[in-house]
């Protein structure tokens, strides 16, 4: 959120609605871990996640009736509800659903899963609660994030039709293709649908090209290159290390099961991490969509928020796992995205997280190939 809230939204009126906001969303995530529970769940992890949504109810209403002081509440409500997003994926990668039928459909839904995304939503409320914002404010941060998300699954879907588009001039050529060749086009639509739609989104809100974060990088922006590099690497150490430790199952990204039948592409996916992989997501997830998430949010705020979409993003390279190893993967990108937002909330040059980005994944695509080649 903004360092500080506008003059129009610290108000009284913006100091109570918000929290309770906040305390019914803490509220239907306490339900949904409550009901297993009344059910005979006894899972410890379930109870531990029900635990914190009730002092994240209770912070909530604090600072709504002004029993405790606003920023304080709201980090008690924002600790509470990190800690039922923790617990409850945790919960989830262990095999816990507590699944429920939905009245009159045909089909059910996890209660953990609900009350991991409500304690996710919650979280970004206690932050709206710190600032002192209206909802009139917290409404329109999230339509900001919501615009942008959209954006951020329009690069997917951008990269797919500029793929198709391009392979199918190809077909018509030949009758098939290897899946050397497949990937080779899926690179190129890739760099093609991600770099339109950047550049479509520029046009759009009518910003000039001095929008697009390209200098020439200094000694400074090479350190934080290297430096990066270092930092990202010790990031997925350190998650895989705390995922090994607690026993958290993460789920194999689409491509390492293609690269496990097929160890050929990745001679095309190697030098494409560096050409296109990293320059266009990081043209698009962060000098797109972080920066103008800079008028909104602060810019540590846009960090998280931008990161947020930026693996959100990424759960189709990963949906035919379970959704508890979907999540752990997802928490793994965030945990990285982080590191390469703040590259770039440091440098302001696209070059930087771009090479970043590029030779961490270059470098795990050489690793998969020497296992698999």
Do not use: C
């Not at 070059?351 to 080649?373: D, R, S």
């Amino acid at each position: 959120m903004t360092e500080t809230a506008r003059v129009d939204d610290a108000t009284p009126f913006g100091h109570s609605a918000v929290p309770g906001i906040g305390a019914v969303l803490s509220a239907v995530t306490l339900a949904a871990m409550a009901v297993p529970i009344q059910r005979g769940l006894e899972d410890p992890v379930v109870w531990g996640a029900a635990a914190f949504a009730v002092i994240a109810v209770l912070a909530f209403l604090g600072s709504r009736y002004s029993v405790l002081e606003r920023r304080l509440a709201a980090l008690a409500a924002l600790a509470s509800s990190v800690g039922v997003v923790l617990l409850s994926g945790y919960a989830m990668n262990q095999g816990v659903a507590a699944s429920v039928t939905v009245p009159g459909l045909e089909t059910s839904i996890s209660l953990v899963f609900a009350g991991f995304v409500t304690a996710g939503l919650t979280a970004g409320v206690s932050m709206a609660t710190f600032y002192g914002l209206t909802p009139r404010a917290l409404k329109e941060r999230s339509l900001e994030t919501a615009t942008l998300s959209i954006v951020g699954f329009g690069g997917l879907l951008a990269a797919q039709v500029a793929t198709l588009l391009i392979a199918q001039p190809v077909f018509i050529v030949t009758d098939s293709l290897s899946r050397f060749e497949l990937v080779l086009i899926s690179q190129i639509g890739m760099a093609l649908g991600m770099g339109g739609l950047a550049i479509a989104y520029i046009a759009v809100m009518d910003y000039d090209w001095s929008f697009i974060d390209l200098k020439v990088p200094t000694a400074r922006d090479v350190a934080w290159t290297v430096g990066g590099l270092f930092v990202l690497f010790g990031a997925l150490f350190a998650i895989s290390m705390l995922f090994q430790t607690t026993g958290v199952e993460s789920a194999d990204h689409g491509t390492t099961q293609q690269a496990q039948e097929n160890p050929e592409i990745l001679l095309v996916l190697i030098p494409a991490a560096i050409l296109i992989i990293g320059p266009f997501e990081e043209l698009l997830y962060r000098n797109v969509i972080q920066k103008a998430l800079y008028g909104t949010f602060s810019r540590y705020g846009a960090v998280v928020v931008g990161s947020v979409i930026f693996s959100i993003v990424h759960t189709q390279a990963y949906w035919t796992a379970g959704p508890g190893q979907v999540v752990a993967s997802l928490g793994t990108i965030f945990g990285l995205s982080i590191v390469l937002g703040t590259i770039y909330e440091r440098t302001d040059n696209l070059v930087v997280p771009a090479l970043v980005h590029g030779v961490y994944n270059a470098i795990l695509f050489a690793n998969l190939y020497f296992l698999y080649g």
